[in-house]
T-cell receptor
Framework: EPEVTQTPSHQVTQMGQEVILRCVPI?????FYWYRQILGQKVEFLVS????????KSEIFDDQFSVERPDGSNFTLKIRSTKLEDSAMYFC??????????FGSGTQLSVL | GESVGLHLPTLSVQEGDNSIINCAYS??????FIWYKQESGKGPQFIID?????DKRQGQRVTVLLNKTVKHLSLQIAATQPGDSAVYFC???????????FGPGTRLSVLP
């Protein structure tokens, strides 16, 4: 079964540093997402991306965040200057228009 | 001291019994719903979905019930097994919109 893949599985960074989280969505999917989950809490929407542009974003997704689809397969989330409160599990997801959302296994980001 | 957000509602059931997990969704305009299972350290895994033109849908050992009148969704798991132990989230979507909104989650513990 096709799957969404994310790298790295764990990322440790110093506060103020930039991080890039990487995702390879399922190949025939058109909509791409980033969600995050702080330990023990619910999954929170960050941003959705379609046709090479952001289609929707949440209040969490401020100017420190950006997304990019640099080629035909990768989808990245960049945090320019990480804060302690950015520590969370970040999930990438993708889907076609009428299909369920498929999630990757996540990247655990720890900001020290 | 206590950590905010770690006190998920918990449902404990005996192995072999049926489980019912409930979810109250927020938006009366939501028309597509998904139940996800999340095991520790993993991404949400699709279980079953339902559209608002239905009130019941069955899968393998799982049934989803939708009551639009009271904005309530439930997941029934038949003959619960130890491998069913996980956190279960409902997610709602409006009119094929971009954003899936997740509920707070319920932890299911299966007792031997």
């Amino acid at each position: 079964e096709p799957e969404v893949t994310q790298t790295p599985s764990h990322q440790v960074t110093q506060m103020g540093q930039e991080v890039i989280l990487r995702c390879v969505p399922i190949s025939n999917h058109l909509y791409f997402y980033w969600y995050r989950q702080i330990l023990g809490q619910k999954v929170e929407f960050l941003v959705s991306f379609y046709n090479n542009e952001i289609s929707e974003k949440s209040e969490i997704f401020d100017d420190q965040f950006s997304v990019e689809r640099p080629d035909g397969s990768n989808f990245t989330l960049k945090i320019r200057s990480t804060k302690l409160e950015d520590s969370a599990m970040y999930f990438c997801a993708s889907r076609t228009l009428s299909e369920k959302l498929f999630f990757g296994s996540g990247t655990q980001l720890s900001v020290l | 001291g206590e950590s905010v957000g770690l006190h998920l509602p918990t449902l404990s059931v005996q192995e072999g019994d049926n489980s019912i997990i409930n979810c109250a969704y927020s938006n009366s305009a939501s028309d597509y719903f998904i139940w996800y299972k999340q095991e520790s350290g993993k991404g949400p895994q699709f279980i079953i979905d339902i559209r608002s033109n239905m009130d019941k849908r069955q899968g393998q050992r799982v049934t989803v019930l939708l009551n639009k009148t009271v904005k309530h969704l439930s997941l029934q798991i038949a003959a619960t097994q130890p491998g069913d132990s996980a956190v279960y989230f409902c997610a709602e979507n409006i009119n094929y919109g971009q954003n899936f909104v997740f509920g707070p989650g319920t932890r299911l513990s299966v007792l031997p």
